[in-house]
């Protein structure tokens, strides 16, 4: 089992911004892909951004553009940066990991190991 902590999330006004964090402490892997996830009230959790060891990153349509997406290997930590919010954007924000890239492109049910969630609310 792999333990992932979140950090970040809020709330702020329209056109603000907000950076996540997601930390994978003691996970050992070097082939993984990491990825950020939302589910708005009523809605199927989608998945957002992901970026593998190799730097590969992907970006839902709604976000591209507005939000980046890094990773520190030496840390296991994910970030995520939320720039121009939009209220659309109000959701429960989680983290997953799967430990092959390979595996990024997978349905979001094939994640292997999710964070808590944290809530953005942009009003």
């Known amino acids: 089992h792999v333990q992932l902590v979140e950090s970040g999330g809020g709330s702020v006004q329209a056109g603000g911004s907000l950076r996540h964090s997601c930390a994978a402490p003691g996970y050992i892997g070097s082939n993984y892909c990491m990825g950020w996830f939302r589910q708005a009230p009523g809605e199927e959790r989608e998945k957002i951004a992901s970026i593998d060891t190799t730097g590969r990153q992907m970006y839902a349509d709604s976000v591209k553009g507005r939000f980046t997406v890094s990773i520190n290997d030496a840390k296991n930590t994910l970030y995520l940066q939320m720039s121009n919010l939009k209220p659309e954007d109000t959701a429960n924000y989680s983290c997953?990991?799967?430990?092959?890239?390979?595996?990024?492109?997978?349905?979001?049910?094939?994640?292997?190991?999710w964070g808590p969630g944290t809530q953005v609310t942009v009003s």
């Open positions: 997953a990991i799967v430990p092959y890239r390979e595996q990024c492109l997978g349905a979001v049910d094939a994640w292997n190991w």
